[in-house]
């Protein structure tokens, strides 16, 4: 007997729920044995995860299948991506216990219980997908998102993170991964970590490709290995239509930009302050010729307010034979920042430099040119301070010992240092006004650009640094690791760049559907939303405590707590998130 899904509904959202069952479609047994499920948002998740496609693509690639596998691999990876996408998250050790909660059967297929899934049937899950191979199987997987939303990227982002590592290094055969020390982008230097490297649409928010690489490698040589080799091999030849490479200042190196243009893709990025090019740009505005000749960016904010980005052209310039047009930017909106970060730094900076000056008062030089010396050296070093009142006193003793006579002789014994500091305002406020500089550069020196349209593009590298606050909320996906294999830690991470792929392509798909049909989300302060984010879709969906409730006396299924907004956006999303929920057999 089959029974559509019924929602229990007030008067006054009985119409909608009526709308939704009409669309609703054959489906599978929620479960077994139980009778209540909090669904919480992974039936969202799961309707993605099937609209995409991915549970056939991913068995058709890597799948096994056969009397004796009872969870095929895109089943476990559908149910491990709504265990990183469920808040509260639980961790992945705990997945059978997690399955003990949800409506497993309706969810992820006939058959398939908690019984099935094991740490056994996880790990030759994890050995499957990293013998495939993580960075082309992602690829591919991006590749049908883009297809199945009609659309095609033209201008990605790259960027890393690195995820921390609870254990021992160890190498193993056939994995280039190595958990080792490096720059921790999550404040853990005393841990082994693991590095995650992705490109981002910048238009419609969706990574498109990734790969996992050993802790200790720097994004310059990441970078120029993913342009060298990845970009020709693999991502053109799934995403021809690529047009510019958008990075930050690591992008900036003359081998990658040389390896970009044999690629022929134009780069996009920001020069290094530290380059003599970046200082050239900057003396520019010493003069007041130049200075005057600084003109906003944009004409107005969206909201209406005046732009504080002022820009001003400087010219098609040569770095080591690569030609950058060089775009010189003054967000004097980041003042009131920059003066509190740049202060901090002073206050660090004058702590230490009080602290040296008091060990040249107590631990004196032997004479004044060493002491002299000793001062220049501190001078040089700063950059916020200045040393005041620099007196030098020289410490004698008697040459000879016992009680000295009138006139007796006395030896220099040291050159005590008494100075006082003080943070320079001059110097501060110079280093505030630095602050607010920055140089974009692009090696397409043909197009027209216009300052907007070039500070835009650069500015949209703020869409992968999004994907990884994502990734790091300790709420979803991927926290730190404690699996023992690199290759099990690879396809761990590649895990959680596909559950990224699932949240990335359902917020675009749900803001795409609520401009069309003008919908709107309400949030517990009673704010309106019409563009919500993934993550605030997620913790909506599973604020209102969507429950799957089976009925024993009259065996009937029902879904309670659908609110009437929701119930619309379900209904413009489509009848994959819609399912028809079979009765167990009375």
Known sequence: MRESVQTRQDSSQESTQDGINSVLKKARKPGRGKGNYQLSNLALVAGTFDYLGFESLINDLVGKTGSHVSA?????????????????????????????EIPCEALLGTGITPDDVNRTVLARMLDDVHSFGTEKLFVTLARQVFTKLGLEPHEVHIDSTSFHYHGQSRKEDGCEIILKKGYSRDLHPELNQAISLMLVDGASRIPLWGRNISGNINDNTSFLDMVSNSLPKLIKEQFASLKYLVGDSALCTDPILKAAAEQKIPVITRLPDKLDLAKDCYALLDKEEYRQKLERVYAQKPDGEEDENFGLWCGVQDYNGTRLKLLLIQNRAMRSRKEKTVSKRADKELEKLKAALKKLRTQPCKCRPDAEKAVEALQKKLRFCRIDVIDYKPLTKNAKPGKPKKGAEKVLTGVAVIAKASVDSQKLQTAVDGELLYVVATTDTERKWTMAELLSTYKRQSVIERCWRCCKNPTMMVDSMYLQKPSRIDALLWLMEIALLVYAATEYMVRKVMKEKKLKLTGQERRKYIRPTGEFLLKYVSFLNIALVLNRSTGEWTVENVNEEFALLLTALGHEWLNEVETPAQ
Do not use: H, I, S, Y
């Open 72 to 100: 095929d691999t895109g089943a476990l990876v559908k149910l491990l991506c709504m265990q990183m996408l469920n808040a509260p998250r639980q961790a992945l050790w705990n997945t059978d216990l997690f399955m003990e």
